[in-house]
Each structure stands twice: as C-alpha cells, then as structure tokens.
C-alpha cells in the first residue's frame, strides 16, 4: 500500500505558507533577549543621565562667555533643550553606532553562529527572513532613539524644568510647538541614520563577522564625515551620505528652511533604497554554507 502526502501544486506540504514563517513578533523577541539590545537600550537611558551629572558638575560662570553660541550654552534651560543638546551630541558617534549595530548584526550574526542555513531549512523563505530581519533591525533602531529621547526630556525635565525651547540666537518656542519640531527633529534622524543602517546590512549579507559589517558601515561613515571638511572638494560634498546630518537643527529657526531638510531625506531615502537593494540581491544569490 502505497501513502501519498498531501502536497499542493506548487510543491509544498499541504497547510505550508511561506507568510506564517518567522513572524516579525518573533524575531523582535529572539532579539530583545541577546544582550547587545539590553545594552544598547540601558546606555540609551543611562547616557541622558551621564550628561546632566556632566553639565551640573561642569557649570560654570565661564560657560556663558563664550562669544559662539550653540546648544551646549542652552542645554540647562530646560528639558527640551537639555534633550536637543542630547540629539546634538549624539548625531555623529552614538546613534551612528546604534544603527549600524542593529542593522549590521542582522545576517552576519545568523551565518556566525551557523543557525542561517538552518533557520533557512524551516523552511523560511529568502526573502521573507532578510525582510524580517530588516524591519526588525529598524524597529530596534527607532526604538534606541525614542528611548534616548523620551529619557532626555524627562530626566532633563526633572532636572532643569519644563520650560519652553530656548534657541541659540536667543528665538523662544512654546513648549507645544517645540515637542513638534522635536518630533520632526527625531523624525528626520530616523531616516538620515537609515544610511549607515542598510549600509551595514547590506555588508551583513556579504561577510560571516558581525564586526565587519558594523565596524566597516560605520568607518565609511567617519571617512565620508572627514572629507566633507575637506572645502577644496566643493559640491562634491553635498552628495555624501553625512552632507545633511545636521540639518534637523534647521527646525530652530522662524521661520523654518526645509530646503537643507527636504534635500537630506530625499537623499538618505535614495542611499537607504540601494543600499537595501544590494543587500537582497547578494543574499538571494549567496550560496549559504553557514
């Protein structure tokens, strides 16, 4: 007697779909257990803290004498300034780090630990595990930020009141116009820091080192943040992927210039997308050994 399972047209089990498979709720959870996301999320609230010990201890009458204003001479007037100091200082490194740790340690972790190919064998679709992976890393991401944000205004609330944004040229915010620009502000980092993020997954589907892929998105970025000092390179600069990282900081001004700030999305939208799109594309053609 010969048994037959049931199989569909397209070669599958019967009761198989490809959708069901890795769910985002599940890999959001197998990555809130590994201790990088705990580490990344307690300096995210810690790292507020550390700066107001900082900006207490270090006060100072001298601090206000300095013939350049900029946000560090405001950080103390109040919550929201003290987490738009916050923003400021850590635009370049920190948050740099965050999104290319998240994104970068996506793929290239799986392939360490030799769990790819099987995870793979589940089956779970190509495609649909590296999309995962990649909202889940997004996810991750935006969450560090809002964490860093969310814990800058209240513990800086706590510290140096609510009080309304004080600007460096002296311009004052209402407290509910400036959470709005804070909010746009936040916004826009979200998806400026994009490029370093979907560069270091891009790099996570090429190498086996979690290390490489985060290390190499991130000194590209510190490469491309030194030669846009460089002013011989003229207008080239205004193409590299750090050319606007502070154009948030144009949501201070009255009235507001989006030209900086509309460019910058614009072009942290196009990197993100080819960078995106040449991760997939070498990982639906790599040969998984790992």
Known sequence: MTVTGHVQPTGAVAGYRPERTLRLSVELRRQFKRRRTIGVFVLMLALPLVLIAALQLGASEDAQENSRLNLVDVATAGGLNFTLFVLFATTSFFLVVVYALFFGDTVASEAQWGSLRYTLATPVPRMRLLRQKWYAALVLSVGALLTLVLTGLVAGGIAFGFESIQTPIGVTLGQGEGLLRLAGMVGYLAVHLLVVGTLAFWLSTITDAPLAAV????????????????????????????????????????????????????????????????????????????
């Open 215 to 290: 290390g190499g998105a991130v000194f590209t970025m510190f490469v491309f943040a030194i030669l846009d000092q460089v002013e011989q390179l003229g207008s080239i600069r205004d193409w590299f992927p750090t050319a606007e990282e502070f154009a948030w900081t144009d949501l201070l001004q009255t009235p507001v210039d989006s030209g900086d700030l509309f460019r910058g999305v614009v072009q942290s939208l196009v990197y993100a997308a080819v960078f995106t799109a040449l991760g997939f594309r070498h990982f639906a053609r790599r040969d998984v050994t790992s």
